[in-house]
C-alpha cells in the first residue's frame, strides 16, 4: 500500500546534426546488376550525458536479378530516460538469498568465498533474517548512468529465383555487441553481482546495505535500479521465406515462414572482469530455436488459414546449473531430473466468408490441440524479461465474428 512518489526530473534537451548518402556504383552491367553503397552519421549533444556519435555503412550486391547480397554495418546509441536516471526510489519487497550466507558461499563465483571474507563476513554466518522473511529494499533511478553503445554487423542475401515465379527466399547473419548496458536488475542480482565479481570494488557493493556488526542486510538491503553494466553479445540466424501462385481457376495460394536461430546471447555483468560470461540464451524466454508459418489458400469466397508457431527447448533453471561455465563446475546439477521444457507446437485455423462486398464472416480455433503452458508455468509476464509470456495460456479458444467494409 506504499504511495507512488512525485517524479519531477529535471529537463531532457538535445541538440543533433545529421547526414547521409547513396551511392549507386554500377547498374545493369554483366555480372553486377547492382552495386550500391550508403552511409549515414548523426552527432547527438544531450544535456544528461554529453556529446555521442552514431553512424553506419552498407552495402548490397547483386549479381543477377536473382540474387542479392548486402552488408552492414551500425554504431547506435540509447541513453538512459529521465525515469532511468531520476525515478524516485520507492520501496519494494522480496525474498534476496545471501550469498555470503554459510549454505550459499561456495555455490557461486570462485572469487565469491574470498570476498565474502573481504568484506569480513566470518565463513561460518548464517544470515538467518533473509532466508526466512521477505526483506525491504529500495527501487529507484541511478543519475550515473551512462549511454549504452552497440556495434551491429549483418550479412545476407535475398534470393527470388526466374524460374520460381513468386518465391522469395532472405537469410541474415547478425552479430551485435551492446557496450555499457543500462539493464533494470533485481535486489539477488545485485548481491550476487557484487560477491560474484573479481573484486568487491564493483559497480553493485555499493548498492548493498549490511550492519557492519552483525552483517544482517539493513533496511533497505539494496538499492535496486538500472546500471550500466559491461555487454551483451548476440549472434543469430533470421530466416524467411514466401510463395505466392494463382491457379487458373483463380484460386491463390500463399505460404510465408520465419524462423530464428540464435546462436549467442551472453551477458558480462562484471565491469571489472568483462570476460565473465552469464548465458541466457536457452533460459525461459530466450528459445534456442523460434518459428511461425502462415498458409491461406483462397477459392472462391472462402479463405482458409493456417498458422504454426514452433517454439524450442529451454532450460528449466539456469543453464550454468546444469553445465560448466567460465571454468566453473555446475552449479546445481540436479536441481531438476529433467533439464529442459519441451518443445511446443501451436497450430491455429480460420475460415473466412466473403458474403459480398460489403460483408465478410469468419469462425476460427487457436491452439487448436488444446496445448498448455509446460510444468504449471502460468504464461503471464514480460517475455523480455525472461518470463513464461511466449507460452499461450487460454487454451483451446473458438471465435466467430463478422466485417462491414463501408
Not at 13 to 24: D, F, H, Q, W
Not at 207 to 215: Q, S
Not at 283 to 298: F, I, R, S, T
Not at 307 to 312: D, K, M, N, V
Request: net charge negative.
Amino acid at each position: 500500500l506504499n504511495a507512488l512518489p512525485d517524479f519531477f526530473p529535471p529537463a531532457l534537451t538535445s541538440k543533433e546534426v545529421y547526414g547521409e548518402i547513396n551511392l549507386p556504383v554500377v547498374k545493369d552491367a554483366r555480372f553486377a546488376q547492382e552495386l550500391s553503397v550508403n552511409a549515414a552519421a548523426r552527432y547527438s549533444d544531450y544535456n544528461t550525458s554529453g556529446g555521442i556519435w552514431s553512424y553506419n555503412l552498407g552495402a548490397i550486391y547483386a549479381p543477377t536479378r536473382d540474387i542479392k547480397f548486402r552488408f552492414g554495418f551500425a554504431r547506435s546509441i540509447r541513453t538512459p530516460t529521465q525515469n532511468d536516471l531520476y525515478a524516485t526510489p520507492s520501496q519494494n519487497f522480496g525474498f534476496i538469498s545471501d550469498p555470503c550466507d554459510v549454505q550459499n558461499r561456495n555455490t557461486g563465483a570462485a572469487t565469491r568465498d574470498a570476498n565474502c571474507t573481504a568484506a569480513g563476513i566470518p565463513e561460518g554466518f548464517i544470515n538467518q533474517p533473509s532466508r526466512d522473511t521477505n526483506l525491504s529494499f529500495l527501487q529507484g533511478g541511478n543519475p550515473n548512468l551512462t549511454p549504452e553503445t552497440s556495434n551491429s554487423y549483418t550479412l545476407g542475401f535475398i534470393a527470388t529465383p526466374r524460374w520460381l515465379p513468386g518465391f522469395s527466399l532472405s537469410v541474415d547473419y547478425y552479430n551485435i555487441t551492446i557496450n555499457h548496458v543500462i539493464q533494470t536488475i533485481d535486489a539477488q542480482q545485485i548481491v550476487d553481482n557484487c560477491y560474484d565479481a573479481t573484486s568487491l570494488n564493483n559497480a553493485y557493493c555499493g548498492l548493498i546495505n549490511r550492519d557492519p556488526t552483525t552483517h544482517l542486510f539493513e533496511d533497505p538491503a539494496v538499492l535496486a535500479g538500472p546500471v550500466n553494466f559491461a555487454k551483451q553479445k548476440t549472434r543469430g540466424i533470421d530466416v524467411n521465406a514466401s510463395y505466392a501462385h494463382h491457379f487458373g481457376n483463380g484460386d491463390v495460394l500463399n505460404i510465408q515462414g520465419n524462423g530464428a536461430l540464435v546462436l549467442q546471447r551472453d551477458n558480462y555483468y562484471d565491469v571489472s572482469n568483462p570476460n565473465r560470461v552469464t548465458r541466457q540464451l536457452g533460459n525461459l524466454g530466450d528459445p534456442k530455436w523460434e518459428a511461425v508459418g502462415n498458409l491461406d489458400y483462397k477459392h472462391g469466397r472462402f479463405t482458409l488459414h493456417y498458422q504454426l508457431h514452433f517454439i524450442g527447448h529451454m532450460y528449466i533453471d539456469d543453464y550454468a546449473d546444469y553445465y560448466s561455465l567460465n571454468g566453473e563446475a555446475p552449479q546445481e546439477p540436479e536441481y531438476t531430473l529433467i533439464k529442459k521444457y519441451p518443445t511446443t507446437w501451436y497450430h491455429d485455423v480460420k475460415l473466412t466468408v466473403d458474403i459480398d462486398k460489403t460483408f465478410q464472416f469468419y469462425v476460427g480455433v487457436d491452439n487448436l490441440t488444446d496445448k498448455l503452458p509446460p510444468y504449471g508455468l502460468l504464461g503471464v509476464g514480460n517475455r523480455t524479461d525472461g518470463d513464461d509470456a511466449l507460452y499461450d495460456n487460454v487454451g483451446r479458444f473458438f471465435y466467430a465474428g463478422f466485417r462491414v467494409h463501408m
